[in-house]
């Protein structure tokens, strides 16, 4: 079956911490996404990647960096971790020209305390 | 920009009864419409998109959506609900030259009660 996995559930870290995000396809996909969910305003989009070493701004990069050194691997980076950061981020990816969406993981849901 | 309204938080409805969903979207040129279901403490599960062809889409779980262009709308539907069916519905927009990021609405609570 083919998955998106990130590789934690839940994590707690202290503000000013440096936290790493990873998630891994096994899919060959091409493009690899990260969004955060918070009650009310959905899923949003932080960054994206076409292509390994390939990174572009969604709509809220502030805060946070990616990292894409091999094509099924997609890191997100909280540089120095605020309690606004507290959310659900979600990982996901396709194939460029999929028309069957995009496949998600299962999400990590960080606490920044 | 494309970008998708969701014009309904939360639809409380009862068991059996049918139910509506309601997603608008903007946009400028050619696109593809999907929704999405996350049940509780679950990731994102496609539930029906909509690429070309025929205005009437049907999905998974019984459900189906209906893409109007002229009021560009793309309304979920399902015409007898199951307590099961409790979830968050997300609609979801994208370019039609597909790998471009899907930009989603806020999302639609839907509680089904006996």
């Known amino acids: 079956d083919v998955k998106v996995t990130q590789s934690s559930r839940y994590l707690v870290k202290r503000t000013g911490e440096k936290v790493f995000l990873e998630c891994v396809q096994d899919m060959d996909h091409e493009n690899m996404f990260w969004y955060r969910q918070d009650p009310g305003l959905g899923l949003r989009l932080i960054y994206f990647?076409?292509?390994?070493?390939?990174?572009e701004k969604g709509d809220i990069p502030e805060g946070y960096s990616v990292s894409r050194e091999k094509k099924e691997r997609f890191s997100l980076i909280l540089e120095s971790a605020s309690t606004n950061q507290t959310s659900m981020y979600l990982c996901a990816s396709s194939f460029t020209g999929d028309t069957d969406g995009y496949t998600f993981g299962s999400g990590t849901r960080l606490t920044v305390v | 920009a494309q970008s998708v309204t969701q014009l309904d938080s939360q639809v409380p409805v009862f068991e059996e009864a049918p139910v509506e969903l309601r997603c608008n979207y903007s946009?400028?040129?050619?696109?593809?419409l999907f929704w999405y279901v996350q049940y509780p403490n679950q990731g994102l599960q496609l539930l029906l998109k909509y690429l070309s062809g025929s205005t009437l889409v049907k999905g998974i779980n019984g459900f189906e959506a209906e893409f109007n262009k002229s009021q560009t709308s793309f309304h979920l539907r399902k015409p007898s609900v199951h307590i099961s069916d409790t979830a968050e519905y997300f609609c979801a927009v994208t370019l039609s030259n597909s790998g471009y990021a899907l930009n989603f609405g806020k999302g639609t609570s839907l509680l089904v009660t006996p």
């Open positions: 946009s400028s040129v050619s696109v593809y």
């Open positions: 990647s076409y292509d390994v070493k390939m990174k």
